[in-house]
């Protein structure tokens, strides 16, 4: 279509038109200048069968914009960096995990191990415990959280449905999450909750920042923890219990796979290309060594060509393909005679943009060049993998500490090739909803003496 010099074109999924965007002027437009006519996603959401489907993701108009106001402070720079050494504690399990692979010759299969990685952090960072994923696969945390991302046919067709046909869910009262998983969170979050605050207990995590919000604690944007109490109240809106499980959950459904499949990717293509896995080892080799050997979040922040390489990862490997908006407002498309209707699906095709060879040449070749600081200027709405405008990601800053530090950690002290088991090129599993190879990424791993 693209091609053919369209900027957008159009579909219908039975009666439901749909529009797809591939013009960055209209993205822009959509995603950011002219949000106000679409606000929201058209996801499922009932708080009364499914109190977990009330979230950010979720959310619509006027009760979506309050919410991200409520959260935005516990997202910040200064709260990122609060978080940085609770994160950093999850790599210690991971270090013994590798070491026991590196002396085994046993081959990696990277999304599984990094997957549990990224549920501890989760878990630790966002529901303030340790769920200990990575020594023992089969923890509680981990069972719950493949039951929410489904694990059935019936699961796959019911997320499809509540996707084309949300109504269908409302009428019939069906909860979008399994009861069990629901019974689960909430009474993860409420216990812990309970805990903390007959406790006093203060914790460098999201957690204590909600518990914070529910208390109506005003949040700066620093890296200090602040009380979980206090006297002078900051916010007139609090949170309740029911809602930050809700927040809770969300960071693990969105945070949790897109995180790991980023870190895959990324080991992937470090694997193929000796010469910038080399290169990236260097430079954290000559920056740790200017911090004493320890990794500090100065020292990450300072690491330029590994935000190179995860920005390239983030280009050919957008673990969200495509981002979605619902017209709620009707809309005429700048200097064309044509209406967006109310109700209609708005789609930004994130995967195809990045691979539009006008914008990035010669598209399959993995090149963290692209992002040098001259190029990098040139990439607005045409880089998308955590969307744009209003709704872009939140959890944009932590996820991109959180690769960060499993990169540096790893490559300090382990070398990674491409194992023969893995299918290359790698092809994307088509059934899934964010993005996936077909068949697993197995990678031979070693240890420097
Ligand atoms: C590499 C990792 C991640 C990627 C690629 C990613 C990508 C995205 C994308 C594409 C969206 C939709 C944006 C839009 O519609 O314009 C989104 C939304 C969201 N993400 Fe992420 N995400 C990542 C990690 C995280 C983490 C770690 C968290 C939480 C701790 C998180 C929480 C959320 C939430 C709550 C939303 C909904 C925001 C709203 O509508 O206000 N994400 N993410």
Redesign the pocket.
């Known amino acids: 279509m693209k091609n053919k010099g369209l900027e957008y074109c159009g579909f219908y999924a039975f009666a439901r038109p749909n529009l797809i965007l591939l013009d960055p002027e209209l993205i822009k437009a959509i ?1 950011s200048k002219d949000f106000q006519h679409f606000t929201d ?1 058209g996801f499922y959401i009932n708080e009364k069968v499914d109190p977990l489907s009330a ?5 619509k108009g006027l009760q ?1 914009k309050l ?2 106001n409520k ?1 935005s402070p516990t ?1 910040t720079s200064g709260k990122v960096k609060m978080m940085f050494e609770t994160l950093l504690n999850c790599t210690k399990e991971l270090k013994v995990l590798m070491n026991d692979f590196a002396e085994n010759h046993q081959v990696l299969d990277v999304k599984n191990i990094l997957g549990r990685f ?1 549920t501890d ?2 878990g630790s ?2 529901f303030g415990i340790e769920c200990n994923s990575l020594r023992n696969p089969d923890s509680e945390f981990m069972k719950y959280g493949k039951k929410a991302f489904g694990e059935g046919t019936w699961d796959h067709l019911k997320n499809s449905v509540s996707l084309l046909s949300p109504k269908l869910f409302d009428i019939f009262k069906i909860p979008l999450n399994n009861p069990e998983v629901i019974k689960f969170y909430m009474n993860t979050v409420k216990e812990t909750l309970r805990y903390r605050e007959e406790n006093n207990v203060v914790r460098k995590d ?1 957690m204590h920042l909600m518990i914070q919000l529910k208390n109506n604690v005003k949040i700066e944007n620093d890296d200090n923890l602040g009380e979980l109490r206090s006297k002078e109240s900051g916010n007139t809106m609090s949170l309740t219990d029911d809602q930050i499980a809700a ?1 809770a959950f ?7 796979d ?2 790991a ?2 870190l895959s990717f990324c080991f992937y293509e470090l694997a193929s290309n000796v010469e910038i896995q080399e290169n990236l080892r260097n430079e954290i080799k000559n920056v740790l060594a200017k911090y004493e050997g320890r990794l500090t979040y100065d020292a990450i922040m300072e690491m330029t060509y590994m935000d190179k390489c995860i920005r390239e990862t ?1 280009r050919k490997y ?3 393909p495509a ?3 619902t017209c709620t407002k009707r809309y005429k498309i700048p200097n064309a005679n044509v209406v967006i209707e109310e109700g209609v699906t708005v789609y ?1 095709p ?1 995967l195809g943009i990045h691979y539009d060879s006008e914008y990035y040449p010669n598209p399959n070749k993995f090149d963290p060049e692209r992002f040098s600081s001259e190029n990098k200027s040139e990439r607005q709405y045409t880089w ?13 800053r ?3 500490m ?2 960060k530090v499993c990169l540096a950690t790893l490559l300090q002290s382990y070398k990674f090739s491409v194992n023969p088991k893995t299918q290359i090129p790698i092809v994307f599993e088509p059934t899934s909803l964010l993005l996936a190879p077909k068949g697993r990424i197995w990678l031979n791993v070693e240890k420097f003496k």
Not at 250 to 256: D, S, T
Request: with cysteine; aromatic share 16%; net charge positive.
């Open positions: 995603l996603r979230q950010l993701l979720t959310l979506w919410r991200r959260i997202f990224t952090v989760i960072c966002g999201f927040e969300v960071f693990f459904f969105a945070g949790y897109t995180s499949t980023t983030l957008p673990p969200v981002v979605v908006r930004v994130i998308l993998p955590f969307g744009e405008g209003p709704r872009v990601c939140i959890g944009m932590f996820a991109q959180e690769v």
